[in-house]
């Protein structure tokens, strides 16, 4: 199971953390990511993480506001959300996979629920 939490609602250049927590002690095993989808579009995704942070990759689009790290000990992975736009108003949902990374969200086969985060402008 993955809990998703954190998100709110903030004004546009203010800053949000979220979290995910992973059930079980399987968790350092996966690749973890951060997707989005704001209402009518596509589930997009925003970034990921390797099962010891060895390796992290973002979206052009967040990848110098965002920063994504896990606590593989705490079974948690975060999402530092800096220099909020309007844009970036979405359900932001957490999952994992196997193997090797990938931005797909097709290629993620377990999901939490999401967690709202509304930028005002």
């Known amino acids: 199971q993955l809990q998703a939490s954190g998100g709110g609602l903030v004004q546009a250049g203010g800053s949000l953390r979220l979290s995910c927590v992973g059930s079980g002690r399987t968790f350092s095993n996966y690749v973890m990511g951060w997707f989005r989808q704001a209402p009518g579009k596509e589930r997009e995704f925003v970034a990921a993480i390797t099962r010891d942070s060895e390796m992290i990759y973002y979206s052009d689009s967040v990848k110098t506001r965002f920063i994504i790290s896990r606590d593989n000990a705490k079974h948690t992975l975060y999402l530092q959300m800096n220099s909020l736009k309007p844009w970036d108003t979405a359900v932001y949902h957490c999952?994992?996979?196997?193997?090797?990374?990938?931005?797909?969200?097709?290629?993620?086969?377990?999901w939490g629920q999401g967690t709202l985060v509304t930028v005002s402008s």
């Open positions: 999952a994992r996979k196997g193997g090797y990374y990938c931005s797909d969200f097709k290629e993620y086969n377990f």
